[in-house]
């Protein structure tokens, strides 16, 4: 509502999706705007399904918002639940080769879903896909799959550079942050400008 | 200017006590409370520790308090009940030190067995009720909870809910809080509550009560917020954020102190507008205040008295009651919303992902065991709750923590023969456990109690305990031995390793044979705490005819496949389903033939 983005991040847990949320908020307020934030955890490490959700504007007062502008899914499955988060026009930025097949799958008790671009397009959605999984690897960890997609998820939000470079370093362990660093620049340059759009 | 920082609504409650000088903080585990203390556990000037349980928390902070610091203890809501029987009667000791009661809310249930209004406590104790509704607010607000606490002599409670306590919003930070150093003092009358001084003291409760109602009427807590449209919101904590933001125009009184209600500043509210509305989740606490009052008030019969609210929500339910056209004045309120309209519908249709337990935990290996077995297995709440779900069933109930001891021996005492069996994790034994066995014991109530020593509150995301004396800061401490501990009260103990299934079978087998009351202490550190892989797991597809045995363990390392099974790659190599195959058609790599031992 009136002038407030919201960005849903979902996944399941273990796939890094609080830092991600940490580094767009950190982002955000680097460029001066009001941020809300909050996340959905107590099972994430059980392998449950994980929602974060950030927030950002002039003035921004709920933490939570049942529909997104865009998603970022660090999972095929998950990218299609996604789907139902976005409003007309969103965008959902997926790591479609990163598929973690639920117990119910593997028992055979449920279909894993099949082509997200059709369902995106039936819905009127973009769809932005990403290896993140390749780019993750390239930057040097599998973990940074997180990172490789914000990169990604970076050209359709509107932040400066540098402002996610403060995002970058004030939310990621100074251990870790060279690497998630090169995740990042691989995963905003992975989208090239026609996958955009105007 | 100071930076800004960005916080969760526990981080800024904890870095609120510290900058309040707080000294002394303590609380028992539980969504949404759990990083209040682990946040002040990593912050200078403050003490930080995990106590047994909440009553035993309370006690604690209650003693530091005495002590004459300043002294907050967390919990989550459920948490209140266990420390219901200490909290009641702090109302009427009050305190010396200020004392802040943080009682973290879960409406809608993300990861409680309730949704319980811990508002009703304020009430029910004639405590004060602070609700601050964002990470700003978290944060200065425990300070103005200490201030009260001092000045009227009662512990205050300070309730967030899932969304402050996990959302996250911008913090100045503010001066530190200089303080008075405070003495103790003995003083009978007001400390010991033998009937003749509690009535003396329950009088004092009485008056301090009215003194509370006038400081809520002048409190910058409480704020009347001019609009421009004709209607007002009455509203608190985060529900006051999704108001604001579903109705821009509207005028607001936000409560930062919901109990005592202050009933001059609702009654302003309602010389300023033609309509009022209350929107707060769960029960109509304020609502039936303001009923009460003799005001016309718009609230439960529009919205939700379950679950979470949003604006989305609040926007629905309130907008054709505020948005009708005002008996007194006329000027059209509400613009239309925007986007409602075409409100994306959510993808059906999808394969659900509830949470499991681990590849290679071994509370699948006692249910295991247990299954083969006729006892009901009373359950009790940690990871292990996970196993009374599909495939696996393996738990006939699940009341709060520490019940399932007492169920099995009220089960057994009932039918006069071990019929039940108790499953209970080492964190929950310390919590509430030891005290039913106990009682089981003196009872001489039949049964197996087995406690599933992970070594660690593993569901909760790793605390310490008194079993494994790690403290939030992850120094070590003392240790306390179950099977000494069990052998101290007169209980049998067996220890034995749960990555080992033959003996974990045959330890509880005995048990279920044996006469009168046993504890087996199934042992094995959480598997998330122990990375490296016992052993790699093969099929022989030769073998293996699907028959599912396996699949049953709900493993989420194995999945079918054309005719036979396959393991993934987050297998663990625990080997419990090797155990299960009747067709030794899964092996250790390495090990000589189908079914041998493997590597452990
Ligand atoms: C009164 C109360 N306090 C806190 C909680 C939150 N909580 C749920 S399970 C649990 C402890 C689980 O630890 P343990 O018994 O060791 O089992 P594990 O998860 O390690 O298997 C806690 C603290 C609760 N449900 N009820």
Same mark, same amino acid.
């Given at each position: 509502?009136?002038?407030?983005?919201?960005?849903?991040?979902?996944?399941?847990?273990?796939?890094?999706?609080?830092?991600?949320?940490?580094?767009?908020?950190?982002?955000?307020?680097?460029?001066?705007?009001?941020?809300?934030?909050?996340?959905?955890?107590?099972?994430?490490q059980?392998?449950?399904?994980?929602?974060?959700?950030?927030?950002?504007?002039?003035?921004?007062?709920?933490?939570?918002?049942?529909?997104?502008?865009?998603?970022?899914?660090?999972?095929?499955?998950?990218?299609?639940?996604g789907?139902?988060?976005?409003?007309?026009?969103?965008?959902?930025?997926?790591?479609?080769?990163t598929?973690?097949?639920?117990?119910?799958?593997?028992?055979?008790?449920?279909?894993?879903?099949?082509?997200?671009?059709?369902?995106?397009?039936?819905?009127?959605?973009?769809?932005?896909?990403?290896?993140a999984?390749?780019?993750?690897?390239?930057?040097?960890?599998?973990?940074?799959?997180?990172?490789?997609?914000?990169?990604?998820?970076s050209?359709?939000?509107?932040f400066?550079?540098?402002?996610?470079?403060?995002?970058?370093?004030?939310? *990621?362990?100074?251990?870790?942050?060279e690497?998630?660093?090169?995740?990042?620049?691989?995963?905003?340059?992975?989208?090239?400008?026609?996958?955009?759009?105007? | 200017?100071?930076?800004?920082?960005?916080?969760?609504?526990?981080?800024?409650?904890?870095?609120?006590?510290?900058?309040?000088?707080?000294?002394?903080a303590?609380?028992?585990?539980?969504?949404?409370?759990?990083?209040?203390?682990?946040?002040?556990?990593?912050?200078e000037?403050?003490?930080?520790?995990?106590?047994?349980?909440e009553?035993?928390?309370?006690?604690?902070?209650?003693?530091?308090?005495?002590?004459?610091?300043?002294?907050?203890?967390?919990?989550?809501?459920?948490?209140?009940?266990?420390?219901?029987?200490?909290?009641?009667?702090?109302?009427?000791?009050?305190?010396?030190?200020?004392?802040?009661?943080?009682?973290?809310?879960?409406?809608?249930?993300?990861?409680?067995?309730?949704?319980?209004?811990?508002?009703?406590?304020?009430k029910?104790?004639?405590?004060?009720?602070?609700?601050?509704?964002?990470?700003?607010?978290?944060?200065?607000?425990?300070?103005?909870?200490?201030?009260?606490?001092?000045?009227?002599?009662?512990?205050?409670?300070?309730?967030?809910?899932?969304?402050?306590?996990?959302?996250?919003?911008?913090?100045?930070?503010?001066?530190?809080?200089?303080?008075e150093?405070?003495?103790?003092?003995?003083?009978?009358?007001?400390?010991?509550?033998?009937?003749?001084?509690?009535?003396?003291?329950?009088?004092?409760?009485?008056?301090?009560?009215?003194?509370?109602?006038?400081?809520?009427?002048?409190?910058?807590?409480?704020?009347?917020?001019?609009?421009?449209?004709?209607?007002?919101?009455?509203?608190?904590?985060?529900?006051?954020?999704?108001?604001?933001?579903?109705?821009?125009?509207?005028?607001?009184?936000?409560?930062?102190?919901?109990?005592?209600?202050?009933?001059?500043?609702?009654?302003?509210?309602?010389?300023?507008?033609?309509?009022?509305?209350?929107?707060?989740?769960?029960?109509?606490?304020?609502?039936?205040?303001?009923?009460?009052?003799?005001?016309?008030? *718009?609230?439960?019969e529009?919205?939700?008295?379950?679950?979470?609210?949003?604006?989305?929500?609040?926007?629905?339910?309130?907008?054709?009651?505020?948005?009708?056209?005002?008996?007194r004045?006329?000027?059209p309120?509400?613009p239309?919303?925007?986007?409602?309209a075409?409100?994306?519908?959510?993808?059906?249709?999808?394969?659900?992902?509830?949470?499991?337990l681990?590849?290679?935990?071994?509370h699948?290996?006692?249910?295991?065991?247990?299954?083969?077995?006729?006892?009901?297995?009373?359950?009790?709440?940690?990871?292990?709750?996970?196993?009374?779900?599909?495939?696996?069933?393996?738990?006939?109930?699940?009341?709060?923590?520490?019940?399932?001891?007492?169920?099995?021996?009220?089960?057994?005492?009932?039918?006069?023969?071990k019929a039940?069996?108790?499953?209970?994790?080492?964190?929950?034994?310390?919590?509430?456990?030891?005290?039913?066995?106990?009682?089981?014991?003196?009872?001489?109530?039949?049964?197996?109690?087995?406690?599933?020593?992970?070594?660690?509150?593993a569901?909760?995301g790793?605390?310490?305990?008194?079993?494994?004396?790690?403290?939030?800061?992850?120094?070590?401490?003392?240790?306390?031995?179950?099977?000494?501990?069990?052998?101290?009260?007169?209980?049998?103990c067996?220890?034995?390793d749960?990555?080992?299934?033959?003996?974990?079978?045959?330890a509880?087998?005995?048990?279920?044979?044996?006469?009168?009351?046993?504890?087996?202490?199934?042992?094995?550190?959480?598997?998330?705490?122990?990375?490296?892989?016992?052993?790699?797991?093969l099929?022989?597809?030769?073998?293996?005819?699907?028959?599912g045995?396996?699949?049953?363990?709900?493993?989420?390392?194995?999945?079918?496949?054309?005719?036979?099974?396959?393991?993934?790659?987050v297998?663990?190599?625990?080997?419990l389903?090797?155990e299960?195959?009747?067709?030794?058609?899964?092996?250790?790599?390495?090990?000589?033939?189908?079914?041998?031992?493997?590597?452990?």
């Open positions: 509502m009136n002038g407030t983005t919201t960005v849903s991040l979902v996944g399941v847990g273990g796939q890094g999706i609080l830092l991600a949320a940490a580094i767009l908020a950190e982002t955000a307020s680097a460029e001066g705007l009001d941020v809300k934030a909050s996340e959905v955890k107590g099972m994430a059980r392998g449950g399904s994980v929602l974060s959700t950030v927030r950002f504007g002039q003035n921004v007062w709920s933490p939570v918002a049942r529909h997104a502008d865009v998603v970022i899914a660090m999972e095929l499955l998950e990218g299609h639940r789907l139902g988060l976005l409003v007309p026009q969103g965008t959902l930025v997926c790591a479609t080769t598929r973690i097949v639920p117990g119910s799958v593997l028992r055979r008790e449920e279909e894993y879903p099949g082509d997200l671009s059709a369902a995106a397009a039936a819905r009127g959605v973009r769809l932005i896909a990403v290896d999984e390749a780019l993750a690897r390239e930057a040097g960890t599998l973990r940074a799959v997180n990172v490789a997609l914000l990169g990604a998820a050209t359709v939000l509107p400066a550079a540098a402002s996610w470079r403060r995002g970058l370093a004030a939310a *990621v362990p100074a251990k870790i942050l690497v998630n660093e090169r995740a990042f620049a691989l995963g905003r340059g992975a989208v090239s400008n026609e996958e955009v759009g105007p | 200017m100071e930076r800004t920082l960005f916080f969760s609504g526990n981080e800024a409650i904890a870095h609120g006590a510290v900058r309040a000088g707080a000294v002394f303590c609380g028992y585990p539980g969504t949404p409370s759990t990083e209040i203390l682990e946040t002040a556990a990593r912050l000037g403050i003490h930080a520790q995990w106590c047994v349980n009553k035993v928390a309370l006690e604690t902070a209650v003693g530091a308090s005495l002590a004459g610091r300043r002294a907050i203890v967390t919990m989550k809501h459920v948490g209140l009940n266990v420390a219901a029987d200490p909290f009641m009667t702090l109302s009427l000791t009050g305190v010396n030190g200020g004392l802040v009661i943080v009682s973290a809310d879960d409406p809608g249930m993300h990861s409680s067995q309730n949704e319980q209004d811990n508002r009703a406590y304020a029910f104790a004639k405590v004060p009720m602070l609700e601050p509704s964002d990470s700003q607010e978290a944060y200065d607000f425990v300070a103005e909870a200490f201030a009260l606490s001092e000045e009227f002599d009662t512990p205050v409670l300070l309730r967030s809910t899932t969304r402050l306590s996990h959302g996250r919003g911008q913090v100045i930070p503010r001066v530190s809080v200089v303080l150093p405070r003495d103790y003092a003995r003083d009978i009358s007001k400390y010991v509550m033998v009937p003749q001084y509690a009535r003396l003291r329950n009088r004092l409760v009485l008056e301090r009560f009215q003194k509370l109602r006038a400081r809520a009427e002048e409190s910058s807590l409480n704020v009347l917020e001019a609009g421009t449209a004709d209607v007002g919101i009455i509203a608190a904590g985060v529900a006051y954020t999704y108001a604001r933001e579903a109705f821009p125009k509207a005028w607001f009184l936000k409560l930062g102190m919901s109990h005592p209600l202050p009933s001059r500043k609702v009654a302003r509210l309602f010389q300023q507008v033609a309509r009022v509305a209350v929107v707060e989740e769960l029960d109509p606490f304020i609502e039936e205040q303001v009923r009460a009052l003799g005001l016309p008030v *718009v609230g439960k529009a919205l939700p008295a379950d679950g979470e609210l949003d604006q989305d929500i609040v926007f629905r339910a309130l907008e054709p009651f505020l948005s009708r056209r005002p008996p004045r006329r000027r309120v509400f239309p919303a925007p986007r409602l075409d409100t994306p519908q959510p993808a059906a249709g999808l394969p659900v992902r509830p949470p499991v681990c590849p290679g935990c071994t699948r290996s006692v249910f295991t065991a247990l299954r083969r077995h006729k006892l009901a297995p009373m359950g009790d709440i940690g990871c292990y709750t996970l196993g009374a779900l599909p495939p696996l069933l393996a738990l006939d109930s699940c009341l709060c923590m520490g019940a399932s001891i007492g169920m099995m021996a009220g089960f057994n005492k009932a039918l006069g023969r039940a069996a108790a499953v209970i994790g080492d964190s929950t034994f310390f919590h509430s456990g030891v005290t039913p066995l106990i009682d089981a014991y003196y009872n001489e109530a039949d049964g197996l109690v087995v406690v599933l020593d992970n070594r660690t509150t569901m909760t790793h605390q310490g305990h008194p079993g494994t004396g790690l403290r939030p800061d992850r120094s070590q401490g003392p240790t306390v031995d179950i099977k000494k501990l069990c052998e101290g009260i007169g209980v049998r067996h220890t034995v749960a990555n080992d299934f033959g003996v974990l079978d045959a509880i087998k005995a048990e279920v044979d044996a006469p009168g009351l046993g504890v087996v202490v199934a042992l094995a550190p959480c598997v998330l705490m122990v990375r490296e892989k016992a052993g790699e797991i099929v022989d597809d030769e073998r293996c005819n699907l028959c045995l396996c699949l049953d363990l709900g493993c989420p390392a194995l999945a079918p496949a054309e005719g036979t099974v396959s393991v993934t790659d297998c663990t190599g625990c080997g389903c090797i299960v195959c009747r067709r030794g058609a899964l092996s250790y790599a390495g090990a000589s033939g189908a079914g041998a031992e493997g590597a452990r």
